[in-house]
């Protein structure tokens, strides 16, 4: 059960790893945007800088906050888990173990 636990805690966390990068790359992309759009609309360039800017600095925050969430579940988990085979005993007391 605790190797599960520590399996979707990875997987969570490799997850997390490309959604940042598909972020990233994201918001790469709007930087390019946003150097066209500067240099065909110089008046409105500072407005959809700091637009473009706030989105990726909102989806930076909103990743950070979905992580640390399903970090800290899966831990809770993997702590429940281990508290509970303390309690049941050593293993090899007949049980099998995943």
Known sequence: ???????????????VAVIREELDKR?????????LVMKDNSGLRIA????????????????DAMQAMHEEELEEDLVEAEGAMEVAGAPGDGEILE
């Open 1 to 15: 059960m605790i190797r599960r636990l520590r399996a979707k805690l990875a997987t969570e966390r490799r997850v």
């Open 27 to 35: 918001a790469a992309g709007m930087s390019q945007e946003l150097e």
């Open 48 to 63: 959809r800088e700091n637009d473009v800017r706030a989105l990726i600095h909102e989806n930076s925050n909103m990743l």
